[in-house]
């Protein structure tokens, strides 16, 4: 199945860009879809998390749970 024209696949990473280990996680077509999914990936397992656009070479979102886990865990 091919992805509908104008459709740009977009990059979820985990870590924090600059800051050390930066782990790609999986590609997804969309960017409310790439967002939801980085979402998703950081209520599941929490961190650091962020969608990058290859076409734009930026950041377009970023998801940190780590918070959440300190607060649930304290």
């Known amino acids: 199945m091919s ?11 985990q870590g ?3 800051m050390g280990a930066v782990g790609w996680v999986q590609a997804v077509e969309g960017l409310t879809e790439a967002k939801e999914r980085m979402e ?12 990058f656009s290859q076409v734009h070479q930026l950041i377009v979102a970023v998801a940190d749970t780590t918070m959440a886990t300190m607060v649930t865990k304290g």
């Open 3 to 13: 992805s509908p024209p104008n459709v740009s696949s977009f990059d979820i990473f």
């Open 16 to 18: 924090r860009f600059g």
């Open 40 to 51: 998703k990936i950081a209520a599941e397992k929490p961190g650091v998390y962020f969608v």
